[in-house]
């Protein structure tokens, strides 16, 4: 299954790491499912980091995307 969220691998550090931009309103469980999803996907093609860019508008998604997140290193 493809993920849903468009994301441009990016050397940063000697690691790569995805840029994940939204730019258009989502529903929480839509997204929610989309991001574990895209996370496993990532997992398989050996990604170490996520760098998820959001406007303010989309703020309510954060703690979804801490939840799915819970074990990754936040910077």
Do not use: D
């Not at 954060?62 to 819970?70: H, L, R």
């Amino acid at each position: 299954m493809e993920s849903r969220l468009i994301s441009k691998p990016q050397l940063m550090m000697t690691m790569e790491v995805l840029f994940v931009e939204l730019k258009v309103p989502i529903h929480p469980k839509a997204f929610e499912t989309s991001l574990k999803l895209s996370t496993w996907c990532w997992r398989q093609q050996g990604i170490k980091g996520v760098w998820i860019k959001l406007p303010i508008e989309l703020a309510s998604l954060v703690q979804i995307i801490v939840k799915v997140f819970e074990n990754f290193l936040y910077i």
